[in-house]
């Protein structure tokens, strides 16, 4: 194809050749998708990162209600002082909003504007948030970018990033998405001093996840720095944001599209999901439901010989120094191992018959094993005190 001068407009020539017979016609299409993640110190610093990519273009920010009165106003102000049309779009705050309804009541109200396919999606709040607003941008005029501006830890540390969007149906949890990557994430931790100790604690719980599956750099860093991130120190808090965007992005990079089920990533989520699945998404956030499932794994490869008890040991520690649950006695309704293995015998039914654990031999260093059976499984859970 060659492109000419534009004199009148560009003129396109192409020579496409017909294929032989014999040659098998095939679709192709590729492409490199890069995002910077800046972490930002206030609401000033968010603003000067995101005034690039949105100049001369018109804004639709999606929150809930609560981010919206405490972020938003500044935020439009800021915008509008920029020269973008800016559209607010708020649904309730809380998991029930990552719903089909709510994308197409989203999508009902970016279609009723002038929003067009180079303007940008906001999505401001925390994981809920960027997984409906990202899934909302994914799908509009077959995707358009959008910018996750992430205010709660766990969303910095971990749903902001890798462009996994998706609402929740009532069969399971995230059945409804896509990949779509953000065009840029802005993480500013000031954000975070309005967030409640226990949704600290959450976040620190995936951060430690990270640090035990992949970086013994950062299960340094945690060690060191848990009580003053607990506590509202900023600078702590933004290199604990910092490390674990850098952890994710690798990861992420390395299997975009999840070809590869065998993730290390999933630590502490194979008996999380169950746990949160029993206790009803409700009395207990993600980050703590991960956290037990860390302890329960943990105990698992101790019990092969895999982990170090006083790794074992330290992790318990650590967890339970962040206010985190890591026994029965910690969960806030009562639960019965039978129940968390009904669940997870659920799992293994939709997954072919297998269920995969990742069992930490050491700090950066895991064993992905499909043949943990339901004895070894309840073993850990009495372990637990389960
Ligand atoms: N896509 C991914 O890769 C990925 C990864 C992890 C989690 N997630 C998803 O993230 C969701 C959980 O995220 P979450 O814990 O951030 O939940 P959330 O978005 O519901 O936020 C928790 C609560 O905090 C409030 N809030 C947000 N920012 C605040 C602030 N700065 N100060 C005070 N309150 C604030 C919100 O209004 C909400 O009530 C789940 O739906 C989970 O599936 C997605
Ligand atoms: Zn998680």
Known sequence: MTITAPEQGHRIRDRI???????????????????????????????????????????????????????????????????????????????????????????????????????????????????????????????????????????????????KVAVNHPVAKNLLGAFHQPVAVISDVSCLRSLERRHVAAGLAECIKKAVIASPDYWCLIRRDAAPILAGDEGARERLVRGASAIKTVLIERD????????????????????????????????????????????????????????????IELLRGCGLPTCGADLPVPVAADDIVAAMEKIRLIRAGSLRYVLPAAIGETVIADDVGEEETRRALAACGL
């Open 17 to 163: 050749p017909l294929p032989s017979p014999a040659l098998q016609v095939e679709g192709r299409a590729s492409r490199s998708d890069r995002y910077a993640v800046h972490i930002t110190r206030s609401p000033e610093e968010t603003l000067e990162r995101l005034a690039p990519l949105v100049h001369g273009r018109g804004v639709a920010i999606i929150t809930d209600e609560v981010v919206e009165s405490l972020f938003a106003p500044r935020l439009i102000g800021g915008l509008r002082a920029l020269g973008c049309d800016v559209l607010v779009h708020a649904v309730p705050a809380g998991e029930a909003s990552k719903s089909l309804e709510q994308a197409i009541r989203l999508w009902g109200r970016l279609a009723r504007s002038t929003l067009a396919r180079r303007d940008v999606v906001v999505a401001l709040g925390g994981g809920v948030i960027a997984d409906l607003g990202g899934w909302v941008a994914s799908a509009y005029m077959r995707g358009i970018p959008y910018v996750n501006l992430p205010t709660t830890l766990l969303a910095q540390v971990d749903g902001a990033l890798g462009g």
């Open 256 to 315: 975009p599209y999840e070809a590869d089920l065998r993730r290390p990533l999933n630590f502490g989520h194979t008996i999380g999901h169950p746990l949160e699945t029993v206790t009803g998404y409700g009395p207990m956030l993600h980050g703590e439901a991960v956290a037990f499932g860390m302890v329960a794994e943990s105990r698992v490869a101790a019990g092969r010989g895999l982990l170090p008890a006083a790794l074992l040991e330290e992790l």
